[in-house]
């Protein structure tokens, strides 16, 4: 036995230290180099050759070209994040709306309901028209559900007419 056997305490404490330090700039330096080059192919303001040029000098040159780029595009880098960003949530949202029924023109069955429940409460509809049409509204088959295909977003049902 004649070889030395090293054990967890023979690893001093500054070592662990400085180990870990470099493992996560090593890290962040990998994350750094992605975002950039996903920037640079994002970016709608560069031509073909001015990537092609960014992304060989980042390649190459990784250190240097890293540095460089986000000190020149650094903070329209962070421009270009802020509006994709934007333009997801309002494709979110908009995809959201288009689901729910919500557009522009068409009114949701609770907001019919809302009406309906107005209407009821003014005196110009009877207890029982404001139930057959709320039932009509529950159901799908009222205005909220065919103010597309009539256009007659505004119009309740009443008995008779």
């Known amino acids: 036995m004649s070889e030395q056997t090293y ?18 700039l090593w890290i962040l330096w990998i994350i ?7 920037d640079i192919l994002r970016d709608d303001d560069l031509g073909g050759w001015a990537k092609t040029g960014w992304l060989v000098f980042a390649i190459v040159l990784p250190f240097l070209g890293v540095f460089v780029y986000v000190i020149a595009r650094g903070k329209d880098m962070g421009r270009r994040e802020t509006a994709q960003a934007r333009a997801q949530q309002e494709a979110f ?3 959201i ?4 029924g919500t557009k ?14 107005e209407i009821r409460a003014r005196g110009d509809i009877t207890d029982e028209e404001y139930r057959r049409a709320k039932e009509l509204v529950l ?3 009222g205005p ?10 505004g119009s309740t049902p009443t008995s008779g007419r």
Do not use: C, I, N, Q
């Open 144 to 153: 909220a559900a065919h103010s597309d295909a009539t256009g007659a977003g």
């Open 139 to 141: 159901t799908g088959h």
């Open 32 to 38: 750094l180099l992605f975002r950039v080059v996903v």
């Open 97 to 100: 709306r288009d689901t729910a």
């Open 93 to 95: 949202d908009s995809y």
């Open 7 to 24: 054990l967890a305490y023979d690893f001093p404490l500054l070592s662990a230290f400085w180990a870990m330090l470099w493992f996560f």
């Open 104 to 117: 522009g023109g068409t009114k949701s069955s609770v907001d019919e309901l809302a009406r309906l429940s």
